[in-house]
């Protein structure tokens, strides 16, 4: 089984600590059986957590027998990182372990130097800081996550989430990680990136939220939904509709459609055998060639690629073993706005 193991020091965020906690540790699997083993491992046996301490099972020993290492964000980065810790995570690099940050997480990978040289981010507010501390790391404050492959690292707050959901998917395939995201009352992806939280909009009066609609758009993908479409089935002008959107996902309504219409493309091609042309149909493409021209475009593999790569075995897993490799192209690619 997959050992994600979460690391807590004193001063840590207690919602970054919470997200890796419960979305690993929900996890199932298509025969009922639990995806990760969760092992929250910290620099102490008692943890202080502002309002609440927090005692542990594991130490950072068992850091050597993980898969994967969570680095949640900390309430004060000027804090200095354990050096026992930064060796432990250098070691468990060296060996191929997974290592993400969520939050000003970053600040603790960045001091082991691993992240020199990559693309990295971290909450808005403090990207600015890390990259004066850190000048050899190229620090993106727009965008949600960035994946380097065997390093990643998370914006700020649920951010988090969409970095956990990003590494259930690369593991176990979008259906594993759809069901995940169901249970955190979260989509599988979300467009935009931090810039859209920057300045935040005033709060969707009551009845105003997109959920329904979103829902509803899901379900009739296969249908050819236009914007006066969405416009009358929301019972708003297309103006207000377009300003909803952009406050509540981050994105307009047509790159949201496309993005589902990908998601939902990539699910068939896990799970079925259908054709590609079928695929392209099902979700409501046009034509196979418009189909392969967004696959390319939101995953950055073509459909063929995606399948070879996730196609999903009898036992729910990979055709290739224990967990999917990323598609062509995906290792070093960050997950930007569109």
Not at 84 to 109: D, E, P, T, Y
Not at 187 to 216: K, M, N, V, Y
Not at 222 to 248: D, G, I, N, V, Y
Not at 258 to 282: D, N
Request: aromatic share 6%.
């Amino acid at each position: 089984m997959h050992t994600v193991a979460i690391v807590a020091l004193d001063g840590v965020v207690p919602f970054d600590l919470a997200i890796p906690t419960e979305v690993f540790g929900r996890v199932r699997l298509p025969d009922g059986r639990a995806g990760y083993e969760v092992r929250v491992c910290g620099v102490t046996p008692e943890i202080h957590a502002g309002a609440f301490r927090v005692k542990t099972r594991y130490g950072l020993g068992a850091l050597a027998r993980a898969d994967t290492l969570l680095l949640p964000g900390t309430t004060d980065v000027s804090s200095p990182v354990p050096p026992r810790l930064v060796r432990a995570l250098r070691a468990a690099s060296r060996r191929g372990a997974r290592i993400a940050s969520i939050c000003s997480g970053a600040f603790i990978l960045a001091e082991t130097g691993l992240l020199d040289g990559l693309r990295a981010t971290t909450h808005w507010l403090a990207a600015e800081e890390l990259a004066r501390r850190h000048p050899r790391i190229q620090v993106d404050p727009n965008v949600l996550y960035v994946d380097n492959g065997q390093l990643l690292t998370s914006a700020g707050a649920a951010a988090g989430m969409d970095l956990c959901l990003h590494l259930v998917r690369r593991d176990y395939g979008a259906a594993v990680a759809a069901d995940a995201a169901r249970l955190s009352v979260m989509p599988l992806e979300r467009d935009g990136g931090q810039s859209q939280f920057i300045t935040h909009a005033p709060p969707a009066p009551e009845g105003a939220s997109l959920e329904p609609l979103l829902r509803w758009m899901e379900d009739h993908l296969h249908r050819p939904l236009t914007l006066p479409a969405l416009a009358r089935k929301a019972a708003m002008s297309e103006r207000t509709l377009s300003r909803r959107f952009r406050e509540q996902t981050g994105t307009t309504p047509l790159q949201w459609l496309l993005r589902a219409r990908v998601r939902r493309a990539q699910h068939l091609l896990e799970t079925t055998g259908q054709s590609v042309e079928a695929v392209a149909e099902e979700v409501g493409f046009g034509s196979t060639t418009t189909f392969r021209e967004h696959f390319q475009r939101f995953v950055t593999t073509s459909p063929l690629a995606y399948r070879r790569a996730f196609r999903r075995g009898p036992d729910g897993l990979s055709a290739g073993g224990r967990s999917a490799p990323p598609p062509p192209g995906a290792p070093r690619r960050m997950r930007a706005a569109s």
